[in-house]
């Protein structure tokens, strides 16, 4: 069975630090770019970040000069560092991975809480 695994959501004060890990259970084969997606209540799922095996990243305009993404390919891995955390970031993260042959495959989200 496919899983992906998202985990380090929590609560953080405006203007924290948050890193967000994702880790895919390897069964998943030929994957391509994995991507970062947040939804706030109320509000449409966004992508806000990816990277692709060849190390080319995308950002939103929202979190560009805020987040990072880094992969780590041997361990099935993503992650995604935030900076300077506004509460209008607080939403569940998802993570996916997209295979070359169009499969999309998701986590489970983890929550996100910028809050004082």
Not at 31 to 60: C, N
Not at 95 to 107: E, P, R
Request: charged residues 20%; hydrophobic residues 30%; negative net charge.
């Amino acid at each position: 069975q496919v899983q992906l695994v998202e985990s380090g959501g929590g609560l953080v004060q405006p203007g924290g630090s948050l890193r967000l890990s994702c880790v895919h259970s390897g069964s998943i084969s030929n994957v391509d770019t994995m991507d970062w997606y947040r939804q706030a209540p109320g509000k449409q799922r966004e992508l806000i970040a990816g990277i692709a095996t060849s190390g080319r990243t995308h950002f939103a305009d929202s979190v560009a000069d805020r987040f990072t993404i880094s992969r780590d390919n041997a361990k099935n891995a993503v992650y995604l560092h935030m900076d300077s955390l506004k509460p209008e970031d607080t939403a569940v993260y998802y993570c996916s991975a997209n295979t070359y042959d169009d499969i999309t495959y998701w986590g489970q989200g983890t929550q996100v809480t910028v809050s004082s």
